[in-house]
């Protein structure tokens, strides 16, 4: 199990790595997109609406294809028959594509008119619709690259993406002046470019196959996923539907900033985490020491995840300060603690989810998340209007805090795991306390502040071991971690050894 759980976060920090890049990219446009002279701050709340509509539309492109062929790429059964699996769902997925852009693309000033309650986004929204089409057809082969543990292929394609994005996207509104179509457009491009690239990768691992027993199986384990997913998007989006609704756009623009911050957790965290680990739970379903591992998998990324959100809510201010060009946006400091809190309730979800997954129950996931959707609704429209931004965010942590135990109680009904819920518990106060603790502290002086910041941070792993949080092999491991990645004569080696991990699998 010890080398499995090295597979993952090696895995896992590789998948970050790429999603560093990602955020990177988002942190240095946002200076961009706060600065008057391109955009104004209703703009940048049209743009934060744009971008969770893209979203939901991409979890209606999706079809649940990517889960389904996750389940039965590693199915005994079809276990010989991979590259057709794997072709009969990339067809698929670029069949839905094309339609849903032959049925929405003229629909795009209506889009508008609904959204905005102006025809003037109607370009725009048809280059959202098209990089959402490409975007869903990339998403097919990037699962494929996680199933095949393609890690490097994975993270090396998606920043050749973010670099001709990035520039393409620079291009287009510093020279150009287009504005939000120059966003769009650019992803546009962007994606069609690495669909192109992998383009060898894709007919290499394909064999032209159809079988209509298969293809109604997966169907009828998708169908579920797919209007979970669709659930699962608007419960995600739907704090900023609410706000655009009840509000004004200043305050989806602030909301959305405190977002774009708070959500670097979530992508290098714990959707690299996702990512690494996806495959291997499903993969490990058999194993005699599953369970064990799966709780072990729970524990160790909320951990690693706390620790990102303690210093990411403690230094929002000064982040804020730094990446926002007008002071408009530093309002927003005050709910980033409360999205981040959100985060760790999603990424607990996110693993205890797969018990429903493995006991094939998806229909019990498409459930929870209609009810958590329909929850997070109620919640917004009852205290946005009370509590304005932050009322969005504490709707959507008590939503979260709601999907997962409802996912977690269902979970332990079909596949039973052990988890160590009183440690999960500790950590979440803990994390908590020191989170919200930024907040009282910033209104002193630069210095002190800093320091005083940087302690708390410090102290999270040390007020645990006080409370008894650590088991002593994993005392004996952090000892073991910090001897060998301390001696900087022996990094090379040390890196050398990270290529020998493997799967005993």
Not at 32 to 59: H, M, N, R
Not at 259 to 285: N, T, Y
Not at 367 to 381: K, M, P, R, Y
Not at 447 to 475: A, D, G, Q, W
């Amino acid at each position: 199990m010890l080398k499995s759980i090295k597979t993952s976060f090696k895995d896992t920090a590789i998948y970050g790595f790429g999603n560093v890049a990602v955020k990177i990219v988002g942190l240095i446009l946002i200076p961009l997109y706060t600065d008057p002279k391109f955009f104004s701050t209703d703009q940048f709340g049209v743009l934060g609406i744009l971008e969770i509509s893209a979203i939901v539309l991409t979890s209606m492109l999706a079809s649940g294809l990517p889960q389904s062929l996750t389940r039965w790429f590693w199915d005994k059964e079809y276990k010989d028959n991979q590259k057709g699996i794997f072709f009969m769902s990339l067809s698929t997925q670029v069949t839905v594509s094309l339609l849903f852009c032959l049925a929405l693309i003229p629909l795009s000033g209506s889009l508008s008119l609904m959204l905005f309650s102006k025809p003037d986004w109607a370009k725009v929204i048809t280059y959202v619709i098209l990089a959402s089409a490409i975007q869903s057809i990339n998403n097919v082969i990037n699962t494929l690259m996680r199933l095949q543990s393609r890690s490097v292929l994975y993270s090396v394609t998606n920043l050749l993406k973010l670099v001709s994005v990035l520039s393409l996207t620079l291009y287009f509104i510093l020279s150009k002046r287009m504005g939000l179509e120059g966003i769009y457009l650019a992803q546009v491009i962007g994606n069609g470019l690495i669909v192109l690239l992998l383009s060898g990768y894709t007919l290499k691992n394909s064999r032209v196959f159809f079988d209509k027993i298969i293809f109604k199986s997966m169907n009828a384990y998708g169908f579920p996923l797919l209007l979970a997913n669709i659930s699962a998007a608007l419960f995600t989006v739907i704090d900023r539907f609410s706000l655009n609704s009840l509000t004004v756009l200043k305050s989806v623009a602030l909301y959305n900033l405190a977002f774009k911050i708070s959500s670097v957790l979530k992508l290098v965290l714990a959707d690299s985490m996702k990512l690494a680990l996806g495959p291997m739970m499903i993969k490990r379903m058999d194993s005699p020491d599953n369970k064990r591992f799966y709780s072990k998998v729970l524990l160790y990324s909320s951990y690693a995840l706390m620790i990102g959100i303690v210093g990411i809510s403690l230094f929002s201010f000064e982040i804020i300060k730094v990446i926002a060009t007008s002071r408009a946006y530093w309002d927003a400091v005050v709910i980033i603690p409360v999205l981040s809190m959100a985060i760790f309730f999603a990424n607990m979800k996110e693993v205890t989810v797969y018990g429903l997954h493995i006991a094939k129950k998806t229909r019990i996931i498409g459930i929870i998340v209609v009810f958590s959707t329909i929850l997070s609704l109620v919640l917004n429209f009852l205290l946005i209007p009370i509590w304005d931004i932050t009322g969005a965010a504490v709707a959507t942590l008590l939503s979260q805090f709601f999907y997962w135990y409802a996912c977690y109680y269902y979970s332990q009904k079909v596949f039973y795991v052990p988890y160590e819920i009183g440690k999960l518990t500790l950590m979440m106060i803990t994390g908590a306390f020191l989170s919200f603790s930024g907040l009282l502290l910033n209104g002193l002086d630069l210095l002190p502040r800093m320091i005083i910041k940087t302690l708390c941070l410090v102290s999270f792993p040390f007020i645990l071991y006080l409370f008894n949080f650590y088991e002593p092999v994993e005392l004996q491991s952090i000892r073991g971690f910090i001897n060998k990645w301390s001696k900087i004569k022996n990094l090379k080696s040390n890196l050398n050894s990270l290529k020998g991990i493997t799967d005993e699998l």
